[in-house]
Nanobody, 124 residues
Framework: QLQASGGGLVQPGGSLRLSCLAS????????VAWFRQAPGKEREFVSV????????IIADFVKGRFTVSWDNAKNTVYLQMNNLKTEDTAVYFC???????????????????WGQGTLVTVSS
């Protein structure tokens, strides 16, 4: 089971760190991704990271502001979001999958396990 947390209300230019915890299990050998969905929009890919911090990928529209990392000891994947903008407002979801091929990493349908989502609101 995946538990996403860390969302909240932040002013433009602020920072938040989202956490995705694998409870009751482990992320061992999984690929973990972050997606987001703004009101009235489709779910979009934000970032992905492989087991043990391998091959992180960040979507171009947040590159330079967001980073993804993996804490093996805490069984948690983090999404550090800096210099947040109003357009970053969305519900953020973490997802996990196994044996994903490169071409599917940005596709929501490739992931079999999803957290409940955490709301990020960027507003002054």
């Amino acid at each position: 089971q995946l538990q996403a947390s860390g969302g909240g209300l932040v002013q433009p230019g602020g920072s938040l760190r989202l956490s995705c915890l694998a409870s009751g299990g482990t992320f061992s050998s999984y690929t973990v991704a972050w997606f987001r969905q703004a009101p009235g929009k489709e779910r979009e890919f934000v970032s992905v990271i492989g087991w043990r911090n391998s091959s992180p990928i960040i979507a171009d529209f947040v590159k330079g502001r967001f980073t993804v990392s993996w804490d093996n000891a805490k069984n948690t994947v983090y999404l550090q979001m800096n210099n947040l903008k109003t357009e970053d407002t969305a519900v953020y979801f973490c997802a996990a999958g196994q044996r994903l091929i490169l071409s599917s990493l940005r596709l929501a349908r490739a992931y079999g396990y999803w957290g409940q989502g955490t709301l990020v609101t960027v507003s002054s």
